[in-house]
Nanobody
Framework: QVQLVESGGGLVQPGGSLRLSCAAS????????MGWYRQAPGQQRELVAN??????IYADSVKGRFTISRDNAKNTVYLQMNILKPEDTAVYYC???????????????WGQGTQVTVSS
């Protein structure tokens, strides 16, 4: 069993900052990519940022404001969010591609989601 547990969401004023964390636990042999998606009410889930082998990609809407990082020793991925805007309000989901045994297939796992609300 693999679990992704997110933390760090909450309510913040426009221009503020939040840091999300996501820790993977359970039977893990290797983790390929890790990333963050978000879903606002009535909208589709969208990629926010992803990191693999130290390489990062970002949605255009968050470039220059958000930073994704990863601690491989802790199987944890972070999302530092600065200069937050009301349009960043969404449920943020952690995502990871994980192999549970050597030579085994990789599967995509999701966290339960954490709410981020940007409002004055």
């Amino acid at each position: 069993q693999v679990q992704l547990v997110e933390s760090g969401g909450g309510l913040v004023q426009p221009g503020g900052s939040l840091r999300l964390s996501c820790a993977a636990s359970g039977t893990i042999f290797s983790i390929d990519s890790m990333g963050w998606y978000r879903q606002a009410p009535g909208q589709q889930r969208e990629l926010v940022a992803n990191i693999i082998d130290g390489n990062t990609i970002y949605a255009d809407s968050v470039k220059g404001r958000f930073t994704i990082s990863r601690d491989n020793a802790k199987n944890t991925v972070y999302l530092q969010m600065n200069i937050l805007k009301p349009e960043d309000t969404a449920v943020y989901y952690c995502n990871a591609i994980i192999a549970v045994r050597n030579g085994g297939a990789q599967f995509r796992y999701w966290g339960q989601g954490t709410q981020v609300t940007v409002s004055s």
